[in-house]
């Protein structure tokens, strides 16, 4: 399903972001990827989704080989996967079907099965009301909303989120929570960078830490951080 | 590429043209801007070339008659100057119809030279296949038996060619210019609107539309935007040439000269700006976010 063996990444500029990382995640695990800002968390996220390349070593998602393909073939591997971010990224002069829909259109589906599909997955996000609605006309929570549903569309067998609840208030990032959650029972892949602590305890599933670009912990079924360090920082009180 | 795509595209790109009003309302004045300078030095142009075609042809030896030659001596004249080497036509006009011409210019006070006291000579007009040939014909029509005079305009005719050949060249060069400026101008404006819209190519990317799907809308609003900013300009063009040829052509036409007729003009500079600012719109358009397409 997804494979990094021996995946680096060095910036132009010098930065070592990820080092010696592998990693094999199966069909419908939920994974959090945890660690603080600048471990390399995001650069992993971009690595995934072939916003950059790897320097070194393999990754293979969808049986997609990241680091061998052509340049024309990254737009067929893109929507086999979902994307969803922080700042949600909806295009601001589109509405919310228009904006779901256009993850469709780009794969050529006809009008009538785009408004179909758009209007089930409005409904699976809780916004069938707000379907003609400017992103800028929505709350924080809905457009994230907006940005599964689009992520989601055209069923993709693997949803990366990159930090999804991070502008998100404790209340509706539950609701986003519940949301992905009900996305992963059907089967979709999750892979979730988080900064939230409270999510990751309380909605446990494999939590990847990543500390200076190299993978410290992987445990199933983990808290945010790692138990020894709770009984140090509970110790020292 | 599917019917339905196409359609898509071209739906994509006017929705996108409105809903970004301001930003395409600046680019389209942008548009507008040097498609009227660009216009106006075409007609320009256009004008100054068919005028020195005009005169350059209309270029002819004035051969002044000897006065007291018999009608037969003019007869032989004539066809002696037909058998120059390089002459198109040889007109007659007499001294009394010569004199008609001049009071018809200069007023009823030159009747009074009429009859005996008329001192023009009568005139055989002799035009050439080809104006630079002028000189030479005059030369040698001066030296035929009977004839007062060849006249050609000597040095002002070649002057006149000259200034011509320079009017013509330097507003090809300045329309060319203009061109230039214009594609500059143009592709820079839309640069500005894609900029700000760099985002929006982002997600395109993002949820896996390939990189001509991608540039499709935003070529198709760079062509509507050079179409919709050439629009204005060519009315006022339009306009402006119907009442600048009603005004100057009227002068003109009694020099025997003419401007080019709104309709000889104005649907070929229409047609070539239209296709001219929607290419430039469009390429502009396809230069600008080519560096946004990289990843």
Avoid at chain 2, 17 to 40: C, D, H, Q, Y
Wanted: net charge positive; charged share 20%; aromatic share 6%.
């Amino acid at each position: 399903m997804l494979k990094l063996l021996n995946v680096e990444k060095q910036y132009d500029n010098g930065v070592s972001a990820l080092k010696n990382v592998t990693l094999t995640v199966e069909q419908g695990e939920f994974v959090y990827l945890v660690g603080q800002s600048g471990a390399g968390k995001s650069t992993l996220i971009k690595l995934l989704y072939r916003e950059l390349i790897p320097t070194k070593g393999f990754i293979q998602i969808n049986n997609f080989d990241l680091r061998q393909m052509k340049e024309r073939q990254v737009p067929q591997l893109r929507r086999t996967l979902g994307v969803v971010f922080q700042d949600f990224k909806l295009l601001p002069k589109m509405t919310v079907a228009e904006n779901i829909g256009y993850a469709l259109q780009v794969i050529g589906k006809s009008d009538t099965e785009i408004e179909s599909a758009v209007q089930q997955v409005l409904e699976e996000v809780g916004l069938a009301e707000q379907a003609t609605h400017f992103p800028d006309e929505l709350s924080g929570g809905q457009q994230q909303r907006v940005a599964i549903a689009r992520a989601i569309v055209n069923r993709p067998k693997v949803l990366i989120a990159d930090e999804p609840t991070g502008n998100l208030d404790p209340q509706t990032t539950e609701g986003i929570m519940e949301i992905l959650q009900r996305i992963n029972d059907s089967g979709t892949t999750i892979i979730m960078a988080t900064h939230n602590q409270q999510i990751v305890d309380e909605l446990p599933h494999r939590v990847i830490e990543i500390a200076d670009g190299q993978i410290v912990r992987d445990e199933q079924g983990g808290q945010y951080t790692h138990e020894v360090d709770n009984d140090k920082k509970t110790s020292a009180r | 590429m599917k019917w339905t795509t196409i359609k898509r595209h071209l739906r994509d790109s006017l929705r996108s043209l409105k809903r970004n009003g301001w930003m395409a309302f600046a680019a389209i004045s942008g548009v507008a801007v040097t498609i009227l300078l660009v216009g106006i030095s075409l007609a320009l142009v256009f004008n100054v070339t068919k005028l020195s075609r005009d005169v350059e042809n209309d270029v002819r030896v004035q051969v002044l008659v000897e006065p007291k030659t018999t009608a037969k001596q003019k007869d032989t004249l004539k066809s002696e100057l037909k058998e120059i080497t390089g002459v198109k036509t040889v007109s007659y006009s007499s001294k009394a119809n010569e004199l008609k011409k001049v009071v018809s210019q200069y007023g009823n006070s030159f009747k009074m030279f009429s009859g005996d006291d008329n001192p023009l000579n009568d005139v055989f007009t002799v035009k050439a296949n080809d104006p630079k040939a002028t000189v030479k014909i005059a030369k040698k029509a001066a030296k035929i038996k009977h004839v007062a005079k060849a006249s050609y305009g000597g040095d002002q005719a070649r002057k006149l060619f000259r200034t011509m050949d320079s009017v013509r060249n330097w507003g090809v060069a300045f329309s060319v210019l203009l061109l230039i400026v214009a594609i500059f101008l143009i592709a820079n404006t839309i640069r500005i609107t894609i900029l700000s819209r760099r985002n929006e190519i982002e997600i395109m990317r993002l949820v896996g539309a390939t990189r001509w799907y991608i540039r499709w809308p935003f070529i198709l609003e760079g062509a509507w935007t050079g179409l919709l900013g050439a629009i204005v300009p060519l009315i006022i063009i339009d306009f402006g040439y119907a009442s600048v040829y009603r005004a100057v052509g009227r002068q003109l036409a009694t020099s025997g000269y003419s401007l080019m007729t709104t309709s000889q003009l104005v649907w070929p500079l229409n047609l070539t700006l239209l296709l001219v600012a929607m290419l430039i719109g469009a390429f502009g358009a396809a230069i600008s976010m080519r560096r946004f397409l990289k990843v």
